[in-house]
C-alpha cells in the first residue's frame, strides 16, 4: 500500500516520538516536529486516514496515537534510518580475555554484549553440531535393556539405554553394531537415518528396529550434550512496561525463555535469511507477544552460516541503534569463530 511522502514523514515522526517517550502523540506535537507546514485538522485528517489503514491506534484514554504493528513494519522497512554505531569500540567489547576464547565463551560473550549494548535480551543459537560417531557399540543389560555406547571422532563417550520390544542375544548385537560401524562409521546420525530407510530392508525386521533405535537416540545423545541457545540479560526485560505491565504478559514472557522453542524454531528461520531480519510480535506468528520484537542477523564460521544472534526487546526498541548493534556483533563473532 503506497503512503504519498505526506503521510509516511507523518508516520516516521510519530513512531519515532512514540518510541522515545511511550505516550501517545497528538496532531499538535505531530505539526511541531514533523518538520511540515500543515495546520493541525489537515494533520488529524492525515492520522484518521493511516488508522484507516491499520498503522497506527487510539488508544480509548487519549486524543493522540499509537504506531501498530503494521505500523511499525512499514516503519522498519521503508522509513527507518538505520544509526552508525563505533565498530571499533564493539570490537574491543567482543575481545574476551586470554584464555577464555573457546568458542562456546566467544559465544556465551556475544550474547552478553548484544545484551549490555542494547539494555534488552540478547540470544545467540549456538552452531548446530554434526552428530558424527566413530563407532558404536550394545551392551545387553538386561531382557530387553540395552546401553548404547557412542563413541565420537574425538574419542568422547556418550551412553543412551534403548528400551526394546525384543530381545537380542550379545551376538546379534555385536553382528547389529558392526554392521553400522563398518557401513556408516564417520557419517553423522542424521545420513544414516536417511540411508536406513533404503538399505534396511535387506534386513532382518527386528535387526531394522534396534538400528532405527540406536540411530534415534544417538541422534538425540550428540543434540543434548550441546547447549543450544545462549541467552543473556533476560532480567532487563522485567524492566520494560510494555512486556512486563501484567501478569499475562510476565507469564508469557517466562514461558518462552523457559521452553525456548519457538525461540529457537524463529533463530532458526531467519538463519536462512542473509541481512538482518526483524520480526515484530502481532506482526510475525513467529513472535509469542504483540509487545515484541527480535531483531536478527546470521552468524558464519569460515564463510558458512552456522548460527543466529539476536536482541529481544519491546516493539518499542530504537531500531535505528539496535539493527547495527545485531548487524556488527554477527560480522565479529563470524570473524573470531573462524579465525578461532
Partial sequence: MQLDTRAQTLLKALIERYIADGQPVGSRALSKISGLELSPATIRNVMADLEDMGFVASPHTSAGRVPTPRGYRIFVDTLLTVGVIDESALESKMQTRPGDNSPQKIITHAAQVLSSLSQFAGVVLTPRRESVFR???????????????????????????????????????VQAANYINQHYGGLSFDDVRARLQHELRLLRDDMTRLMQAAVEAGSDAMIDDADDMIISGERNLLSVADLSSNMTSLRKLFDMFEQKTGLMQLLDTSSKATGVQIFIGGDSQLVPMDDMSIVTAAYEVNGKIVGTLGVIGPTRMAYERVIPIVEITAKLLSNALSHH
Fill in 135 to 173: 563407532q558404536i557399540e550394545f551392551l545387553r543389560l538386561s531382557e530387553k535393556r540395552i546401553l548404547l555406547v557412542i563413541v565420537s571422532p574425538n574419542g568422547d563417550v556418550q551412553n543412551r539405554l534403548l528400551l526394546t520390544d525384543a530381545d537380542y542375544t550379545p551376538s546379534q548385537l
